[in-house]
């Protein structure tokens, strides 16, 4: 199950929604140039179609076939009877005899046909199609405005009322946060290395990041997010939150779960969260190892406030800032 969900997580939204944009206008410009090849004369213009309807009866009054005429007629679809009355009330260069004759024979053909079940499949015609693509277009466009509205919803919540919403608080504290130098400590630059912070009233906090190389082959991908909430109501007090590495070369996604000192020291919480991963006790500075088959995540507690309320003490989180550094793992 950690599996499945890690490798939804690793999927990045943006790209995503940028392919179903992108879908999106390819269909609108596709429908305003698209061609038709080998198409039936449904699709052409009324006159044309009145046109094609004349040389069709010309034609029978060479060959005399009727089942010819008949393949003619179906070509028009729901069109052939409004250009067959067209032609009856203005035949121009046509006997009116032969007009006559020609709907008769067309008429016994078709009949024939579905006397013994022979009839032609019926000609799909634009307003089929059309109504397809609008529901295509119609499914991609909702997909787009959700996919757009939940991200600004979590970005710009209350923001206009100018109130500073807690992601707006909580990406300025990873901005202003100073990253570790880890060279100077003689250690190896990490692959990647990322400031991330949840700010009590951030109730979806969730955060993922890709883990790629310097030639941009995928390795991976590594996050945190809320596991666990004390007390009721609104803003969600946050008591633990969830550390995950996903390896694309480990079967397994290594989980690590940060507790507040309240939950740490509760016997029932602890049961529920055990089998998430490892429970660790969230202090200042510390520092907790995540390890897969060919990757490691060091995360560093950078910053951490506990929040004041009605709960007991230490047991929700106003604010934590982590440092997550990614290492190839050394054999």
């Known amino acids: 199950m950690q599996f499945v969900v890690a490798f939804l997580k690793k999927i990045p939204i943006l790209p995503v929604v940028l392919f179903i944009v992108g879908l999106a206008i390819g269909l609108v410009i596709g429908w305003g140039t698209i061609e038709f090849e080998n198409a039936t004369p449904y699709y052409l213009r009324p006159d044309l179609r009145e046109d094609y309807m004349r040389m069709a009866i010309d034609s029978y009054s060479i060959n005399k076939s009727a089942a010819l005429a008949a393949d003619r007629w179906i070509g028009l679809g729901t069109e052939a009877q409004n250009a067959f009355a067209v032609v009856q009330n203005n035949p121009g260069y046509l006997p009116a005899a032969l007009v006559q004759e020609f709907g008769q024979a067309v008429t016994n053909e078709i009949n024939t046909r579905e006397q013994t079940g022979a009839e032609s499949a019926p000609v799909e ?4 199609m059309r109504t397809a693509l609008i529901g295509v277009g119609v499914v991609l466009v909702l997909a787009v405005a959700a ?15 100018g109130e500073v919403t807690a992601v707006m608080q909580a990406s300025e504290i990873s901005r202003s946060a100073e990253k570790t130098n880890f060279e100077e400590m003689g250690l190896a630059p990490p692959i990647t290395q990322t400031m991330t912070t949840f700010v009590l009233g951030d109730d979806l906090y969730d955060e993922s990041f890709s883990i790629d190389t310097g030639a941009g082959e995928f390795l991976g991908e590594y996050g945190v997010g809320i596991s666990e909430i004390i007390g009721v109501g609104e803003p969600k007090k946050v008591t633990a939150l969830e550390i995950w590495l996903f390896d694309k070369n480990d079967i397994k996604t290594a989980t690590k779960v940060l507790m507040s000192a309240h939950a740490f020291a509760d016997p029932a919480v602890r049961s529920r ?3 998430k991963g490892e429970l660790v006790l969230v202090q200042p500075h510390a520092q907790v190892l995540l390890e897969t088959a060919t990757l490691q995540l060091l995360a ?11 709960l007991p003490d230490n047991s929700y989180f106003e604010r934590v800032t982590l440092e997550l550094a990614i290492w190839p793992r050394q054999s």
Do not use: C, H, N
Request: hydrophobic residues 35%.
């Open 125 to 128: 015609t634009p307003s089929t």
């Open 147 to 161: 996919a757009g509205g939940f991200y600004l919803f979590r970005l710009f919540r209350k923001r206009g009322s």
């Open 300 to 310: 560093t507690i950078v910053d951490i406030e506990y929040g004041k309320g009605a």
């Open 273 to 275: 969260l055990e089998p």
